[in-house]
């Protein structure tokens, strides 16, 4: 930071209440007014009234010996400023720098004090600083332009902010290799003294310093020049978001606030506040995907979501953008904090309603893009990939907030159903949610477990997790009887056909190890038996004194197809010997019946 000092005399004013007075031989002739400050001076005896062309012109006789009183409350920067004007016509040392120099400036403006008035007046002296020390530094030209957030109007008029912004742009574009100034630089991570040239983003903190709307200008002319990369911008959006706007994680629920009755006059103004930097900074994030990440868009929706009245496009926006990038998500993304309490009064953890309006954009244009009719028919091997990434995506933050023991289990459900079938090749990821949620929330209704685990596919399960989930208490029995059901047509089917066991017979006699690859393994099932205190109902299990027969549910007998069930005849030692397979076939719609093998 430079300074320029001016006058060689010692600071001689002094305060007596609310009056500022000089220490002189010569009584004051002259009482000027700023604000609640009263200054004793003088006309003559001291250069004041020769440098201030203002105070000459409100003078209408300076030679008259009696005492004039001047107003100057319109001074732009106040007593302090006008004190600075003071001191310099009295050769009392002052010193300026980029933090005084604003008001200082428009001050002297004000008064006049320019070389039409008196040869080196302060205004001249005072450009001259501006030009040779402010300009050329960068932090001396991000605090100048930081202090005329004060004196906005004025500074524009006098050229300041514009030729900060021009001086500021021009040293965000220097390459790198030349940067040599100071600056802000505090990545967790990063030491300067181990890196020989700037980091690409070195200038985004410094001028996160500044008003949005003197941020907007310096982003804006810099996009201009279309020197910098898109992800540069984006970077220094990202930074200036995580210096203004609140921190979601740490904040609490605007309903919870505004009932409480805190929300105070200037809680309000700062909300405000923060609504315009919020829908400011999306206005400028670019068009160019990946500009920004992903987690940025969903923390500026959540953001926008907890201030509450931000404009509905700049929503519709930031669903819109981060739709488009959903597939990059973590799950650490999607874990954003709800800011809403639940229906039953309860505060959700995380905010679900927000992960799904997103999914659903997301689902749009990825319909959207598909070439084929359906979802099935699309050979797109990109867009079959982005749409896994997502499922995977999703059912692992199910797994996350199923802990949350607020949460009805319609809410995860419905967030599970909105993804289609063809999005998920295996069902593991979903079955750990419903075993979570079936853990974490014990009072669950038969009729809830039994909605829960409607979405998941037996089919798709990996033979681990299937046998994990045969044995899995929680699970209701429906869905078990259908796991085994599901074990017993796959070995079916695997097994060898009867004219295959035949022309076999014919070369080569039975042996007791082939008349056992023939028996149906009903260990699950015995396993079952053993685990569940539950009893089977009839319609799933049918056992008598020398039979145990599994039916399959009523529901697959109308898909149609071919159903196996076996019949075994239960031995004096409880086992059962050589198991038979009927064949069922449903009949079809052209009439044909079918036929028992």
């Not at 000089?22 to 002259?30: E, G, Q, R, W």
């Not at 012109?57 to 004007?85: K, M, N, Q, V, Y």
């Not at 040869?119 to 050329?136: D, Y």
């Not at 399960?461 to 899995?472: F, I």
């Amino acid at each position: 930071m430079k300074f320029m000092k001016l006058g060689t005399k010692p600071d001689t004013f002094y305060t007596e209440e609310a009056t500022r007075t000089v220490i002189s031989d010569a009584p004051s002739d002259l009482v000027i007014q700023v604000n609640n400050i009263r200054y004793l001076l003088h006309k003559l005896q001291f250069p004041l009234l020769p440098k201030c062309g203002l105070l000459q012109r409100l003078c209408s006789d300076p030679e008259d010996s009696e005492s004039a009183t001047i107003e100057l409350h319109d001074i732009p920067g106040g007593e302090d400023a006008f004190e600075l004007c003071a001191k310099f016509c009295y050769g009392i040392t002052i010193n300026l720098s980029a933090h005084n120099f604003v008001p200082a400036f428009c001050a002297a403006k004000f008064l006049r004090m320019a070389e039409s008035v008196e040869k080196g007046n302060f205004i001249l002296k005072l450009e001259s600083f501006f030009h040779s020390c402010i300009l050329e530094g960068w932090k001396d030209s991000i605090v100048t332009l930081k202090t005329t957030n004060k004196l906005s109007e004025w500074s524009e008029n006098l050229g300041i902010i514009r030729r900060c912004i021009d001086s500021i742009v021009e040293k965000i574009l220097t390459p790198v290799s030349k940067v040599s100034w100071s600056y802000t630089y505090t990545r967790p991570g990063y030491t300067q003294k181990r890196h020989q040239i700037a980091p690409k983003d070195w200038w985004t903190e410094d001028i996160s310093e500044l008003d949005i709307e003197l941020f907007r200008c310096i982003v804006t002319a810099v996009r201009s020049t279309y020197m910098l990369p898109p992800q540069l911008i984006g970077e220094a959006l990202h930074v200036y978001a995580c210096r203004w706007l609140p921190d979601i994680t740490k904040t609490k629920t605007r309903s919870t606030e505004s009932s409480s009755g805190s929300q105070t006059q200037t809680d309000a103004i700062s909300v405000g506040k923060n609504r315009r930097i919020l829908e400011t900074i999306v206005s400028m994030i670019p068009s160019d995907r990946g500009s920004v990440s992903v987690g940025f868009l969903l923390r500026l929706l959540s953001t926008a979501i907890y201030l509450g009245g931000v404009s509905p496009v700049t929503k519709t926006e930031l669903r819109r953008r981060a739709s488009i990038q959903f597939e990059e998500a973590t799950v650490g993304d999607l874990l954003l904090p709800s800011h809403s309490p639940s229906d039953n009064h309860h505060q959700y953890i995380y905010d679900i309603d927000l992960v799904m309006t997103v999914l659903e954009s997301y689902l749009v244009l990825w319909r959207r893009q598909s070439p084929g009719t359906t979802p099935a028919e699309s050979n797109n091997q990109f867009l079959m990939s982005s749409i896994r990434k997502v499922a995977k995506i999703i059912d692992s933050y199910l797994q996350v907030v199923a802990r949350d023991i607020n949460v009805p289990v319609m809410k995860l459900v419905s967030l599970a159903e909105t993804l289609p079938a063809i999005a998920r090749g295996k069902h593991d990821d979903l079955y750990k949610f419903i075993n979570i949620y079936l853990k974490e929330h014990p009072e669950l209704s038969k009729t809830e477990r039994k909605r829960l685990c409607r979405i998941l596919d037996c089919q798709k399960l990996s033979p681990e997790v299937r046998a994990h989930a045969v044995k899995n208490e929680r699970l209701p029995l429906r869905t078990v009887v259908q796991l085994l059901f599901f074990e017993q047509e796959s070995g079916s089917r695997a097994a060898p056909q009867p004219q295959e066991l035949v022309s076999r017979r014919k070369q080569t006699p039975f042996t007791e190890h082939d008349i056992s690859k023939l028996k149906l393994d009903l260990g699950s099932l015995e396993r079952v038996k053993g685990t569940r205190k539950t009893t089977i109902p009839e319609t799933s299990l049918k056992r008598s004194d020398k039979k145990l027969q599994l039916v399959e549910p009523e529901r697959n007998l109308e898909r149609g197809g071919t159903i196996t069930v076996t019949e075994g005849v239960e031995s004096e030692k409880g086992q059962f010997d050589f198991p038979k397979k009927k064949v069922i076939q449903r009949t079809s719609k052209l009439g044909h019946k079918g036929r028992d093998r």
